[in-house]
């Protein structure tokens, strides 16, 4: 799998500001709570955020065309199954790797479980 963002721990990247009907619009959008998915996205880097009346809402990460909304006002899922007893598991288990490659195995584990199919 081609990984469109792969970065080392701790690197910075511009990011865009998009507003939330735009990501919604267009996107299939897997939507968790501000550092729910800390450590599988720690090799990611987040191409875009949205602000609110108050300020930064959330942050957007783009995973094989999946949009992964993160923060404290992020946008609920779409397209996608929200099993955070899943994400909390495969988070337990990012936590303990080593290597960008085993964190970013499990991220596609998780997207494609997570993925609802349309016959």
Do not use: P
Not at 17 to 33: D, P, Q
Not at 98 to 112: I, P, Q, S, V, Y
Request: charge should be positive; proline fraction near 0%; include cysteine.
């Amino acid at each position: 799998m081609r990984i469109q963002s792969e970065r080392k721990k701790g690197d910075k990247m511009n990011k865009i500001k998009a507003t939330k009907k735009e990501m919604r619009n267009n996107y299939l959008i897997l939507g968790v709570g501000y550092c729910d998915m800390q450590h599988l996205l720690a090799y990611q880097n987040q191409v875009a955020y949205s602000v609110g009346v108050y300020g930064w809402a959330c942050d957007y990460y783009d995973i094989n065309g999946i949009i992964i909304s993160t923060g404290y006002d992020y946008i609920a899922s779409k397209n996608m199954k929200d099993n955070y007893k899943l994400i909390k598991e495969y988070e337990a288990k990012a936590k303990e790797c080593n290597t960008a490659e085993e964190t970013n195995d499990l991220l596609f584990k998780l997207l494609e479980l997570l993925k609802i199919k349309k016959f």
